[in-house]
């Protein structure tokens, strides 16, 4: 493994270059590594995989396991991401079984169909409200006026954090959203995100306190009953997946909201057959998912030796599984490049795979529904406005800015 003074220098030098000449359009990228290196060994010692098969495989195969979360001891010590090990070594991504299994039966119950249904009125009524702020200007910037404010009050909502308590979140996701991601993280400077941390984790365990004598229908308090049971270990365990909950939560909804749009309005056709037949809206969540995934990557550490396209990797290893590459991969989906919201069998990677596949999903899907039935019916004559701005990441995708006239 590297030395973090190479991994410091590496990140450095691919930040600038992913971040100047990649993060607009990756995609020719993706299609040399699957057609060229489908299995591409990195001088870090990471292995990136492109091609869809190879992906859908890594994700599901028993002898690959979460990513190990000590190889974040070979980052330079004030990486951001690395600032934010001991809370990602709790959260529900990187637990392993029977670990993982307990506290996802515990969270996975605020994303059962019946749970949401009650949750779909509340999200319906925060996409009007956004846009009632926003429609007598006649312009707008997608992703501060909608994309980013829609998921955060969601989040709220379902996590039960009083409407007061919300420009709190707001200021958390904005510093801890993108040090999550690795591009981003080597410049960013740790201590921003140890001193967000510290008062998000504090504010967690007092509302967790606040649940267990006046318990609602949101996630702190279906985590302190799970502790009651003795299904939660422990608070720590609780503040953690409730602020991990609110990264992985908010940053993936807010690029599918403004990846989405951007992928409207430059295929207009697409947009006005929206319109014309909404029962083509879920469908075409997917294909914004498939076509410019929100989270472009995910990773794994292989538990065993294994073989993947040929190529021995041995146990140990850490596996980039580039999503937005299989997403866009010809071997599975007839005109990749193309965006089509009524593709058949769109079987997408978006939310990874496997025991760790997203477990709110269920609640993204609605968001996107809502998200973009709202926009388009409130808004008849939306347009693309100027210049947008891609973010200079890697794991996630989305923009900086879109601004529109409607
Ligand atoms: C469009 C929106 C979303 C996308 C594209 C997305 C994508 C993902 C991906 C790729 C993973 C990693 C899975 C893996 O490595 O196997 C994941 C995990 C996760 N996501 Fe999402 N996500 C979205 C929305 C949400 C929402 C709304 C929530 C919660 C409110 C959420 C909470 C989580 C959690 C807790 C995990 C860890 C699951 C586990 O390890 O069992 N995500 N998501």
Known sequence: MASPATFARTSRIFNRW?????SRNPYPLYRFLRRRYPVLRTPIGFWI?????????????RRTSTFDMRALNAFPPDDGLRSMQ???????????????TRLRRVMGKLFTAASLETVRPRIQKIADRLIDAVIDRGAMDVVADFAFA??????????????????????WVKTLGVAIDPAASANDPGRMVRETLAPAKRYFHELAAERRKRPGDDLISLMVEGQARGEIACDEEIVCNAIFTLI??????????????????????AAARLRADSSLLDSAVDEVLRYDSPAQVTFRTATEDIE?????????????????????????????????????????????????????EPLARIEGHIGFETMLRRMPKLA???????????????????????
């Not at 040929?310 to 980039?320: D, E, Q, T, W, Y």
């Not at 693309?384 to 409607?406: D, I, K, N, S, Y």
């Open 86 to 100: 001991t809370l990602l070594r709790d959260a529900l991504q990187f637990r392993l079984p029977p670990d993982h």
């Open 49 to 61: 995989i492109s091609r869809y098969t190879d992906c859908y495989n890594v994700l599901r195969d």
């Open 248 to 269: 992985a939560g908010h940053e993936t909804t807010m690029n599918m909201l403004a990846n989405g749009t951007l992928a409207l309005l430059r295929n207009p056709e």
């Open 18 to 22: 992913y971040g100047r000449v990649f």
């Open 384 to 406: 693309l406005a100027g210049q947008h701005e891609w973010r200079r990441t890697m794991v996630l995708r989305g923009l900086v800015r879109l601004p529109v006239t409607f």
């Open 150 to 171: 829609l998921p955060v009050d969601v989040l709220a909502d379902v996590m039960g954090v009083p409407d007061l308590d919300k420009p709190l979140l707001r200021k």
């Open 308 to 360: 993947i396209a040929g190529r021995k990797i041995p146990a140990g290893a850490h596996l980039v599984v580039i999503m937005g590459a299989g997403n866009r991969d010809g071997d599975r989906f007839p005109e990749p490049d193309r965006f089509d919201i009524a593709r058949p069998d769109n079987n997408h990677l978006a939310f990874a795979g496997g025991i760790h596949r997203c477990i709110g």
